[in-house]
C-alpha cells in the first residue's frame, strides 16, 4: 500500500507562491506516475497537473500552464507542486493521488492512493 501526505499549503496573497510537497511511503513510486487535482468548495475535484515515473512526461491544465511547475525527486519518493503568482481561484484543498494505469491521464478515476489533502488560500 502507499500512503501520500501533502504539506506546504497556507494563507497567501494573490500573486505569491507556495511549494506543495507529496511524500509517499509504504512503497516506491518511482515507478509510477503522479498526479495533483484541487477542489475548491461545492465544486468538483479538478485535475492540474500530473508527471511521469521518469518525470519525462508532464502536462498541465490550460489554467496554471506557465504558473506550476510539477516535479519529482524519485530518491525521496516525493512529488512537488511550485505555484507561482497564485489568483484567488487557486483557492482549494490540493491533493495528490497516484497514476494507477500510467497513462498520464487527466481523469480523477484513474487515480489512486489519495493523501488527506492540504487547504491553500489565496486572498486579493
Same mark, same amino acid.
Given at each position: ?19 506543495? *510537497? ?7 513510486? *518511482? ?10 468548495? &461545492? ?9 511521469? &515515473?521518469?518525470?519525462? *512526461? ?43 494505469? &500510467?497513462?498520464?491521464? *487527466? ?18
Amino acid at each position: 500500500q502507499v500512503q501520500l501526505v501533502e504539506s506546504g499549503g497556507g494563507l497567501v496573497q494573490a500573486g505569491e507562491s507556495l511549494r506543495l *510537497s507529496c511524500a509517499a511511503s509504504g512503497r516506491t513510486v *518511482s515507478r509510477y506516475g503522479m498526479g495533483w487535482f484541487r477542489q475548491a468548495p &461545492g465544486k468538483k475535484r479538478e485535475f492540474i497537473a500530473t508527471i511521469s &515515473g521518469s518525470g519525462g *512526461s508532464i502536462y498541465y491544465v490550460d489554467s496554471v500552464k506557465g504558473r506550476f511547475t510539477i516535479s519529482r525527486d524519485n530518491a525521496k519518493n516525493t512529488v512537488y507542486l511550485q505555484m507561482n503568482s497564485l489568483k484567488p481561484e487557486d483557492t482549494a484543498v490540493y491533493y495528490c493521488a497516484v497514476d494507477l494505469y &500510467g497513462l498520464g491521464s *487527466s481523469a480523477v478515476a484513474d487515480y489512486g492512493y489519495w493523501g488527506q489533502g492540504t487547504q491553500v488560500t489565496v486572498s486579493s
